[in-house]
């Protein structure tokens, strides 16, 4: 084999390598069952506030995004692999479901990888670890559990 055909095909393979390995760090891939069909979409919350979490705030929050302070989103990926929150007094992160203690159609447990970003121009990753949650829907409000917390949420229309 020639020295320039040798190369080109370890170009080829390291090319190939590389972008494989971006594309995992980039974005876990679950072997888990996937989150129910329930939790899928957008939902919307407060806290650190004594307000209780009613139609008319639900709406704003989701139109307008609510108070800088108090809002928190999250978005349960169609993937139904991941969800996606958003919090304005902290950071944005994606998790990923390890393992389940507790799999329903509308509650499930167990442990998941949290990955944390700074929000700002760069989104620098801020921290990623394995936690306990806990995520229940009753008569359309979630229940979002995650090392002793919960926040109610509701569904954004």
């Given at each position: 084999m020639?020295?320039?055909?040798?190369?080109?095909?370890?170009?080829?393979?390291?090319?190939?390598?590389?972008?494989?390995?971006?594309?995992?760090?980039?974005?876990?891939?679950?072997?888990?069952?996937?989150?129910?069909?329930?939790?899928?979409?957008?939902?919307?919350?407060?806290?650190?506030?004594?307000?209780?979490?009613?139609?008319?705030?639900?709406?704003?929050?989701?139109?307008?995004?609510?108070?800088?302070?108090?809002?928190?989103?999250?978005?349960?990926?169609?993937?139904?692999?991941?969800?996606?929150?958003?919090?304005?007094?902290?950071?944005?992160?994606?998790?990923?479901?390890?393992?389940?203690?507790?799999?329903?159609?509308?509650?499930?447990?167990?442990?998941?990888?949290?990955?944390?970003?700074?929000?700002?121009?760069?989104?620098?990753l801020?921290?990623?670890?394995?936690?306990?949650f806990?995520?229940?829907?009753?008569?359309?409000?979630?229940?979002?559990?995650?090392?002793?917390?919960?926040?109610?949420?509701?569904?954004?229309?």
């Open positions: 020639s020295f320039y055909r040798c190369t080109r095909i370890s170009l080829a393979a390291f090319l190939l390598l590389s972008s494989a390995t971006c594309f995992t760090h980039a974005s876990p891939i679950s072997n888990v069952k996937p989150i129910p069909r329930a939790f899928i979409g957008k939902w919307a919350g407060i806290h650190s506030t004594k307000q209780k979490l009613n139609k008319t705030i639900l709406k704003d929050l989701c139109d307008n995004g609510g108070e800088q302070d108090t809002s928190f989103f999250v978005d349960f990926n169609v993937d139904a692999q991941r969800l996606t929150g958003v919090s304005y007094w902290e950071d944005s992160y994606d998790e990923y479901p390890i393992s389940y203690s507790k799999y329903t159609p509308t509650h499930i447990s167990g442990q998941s990888l949290s990955i944390a970003f700074e929000m700002g121009e760069d989104d620098q801020s921290n990623k670890h394995v936690g306990k806990d995520y229940k829907i009753v008569n359309g409000t979630l229940y979002l559990g995650s090392d002793n917390t919960v926040i109610e949420m509701m569904r954004c229309l």
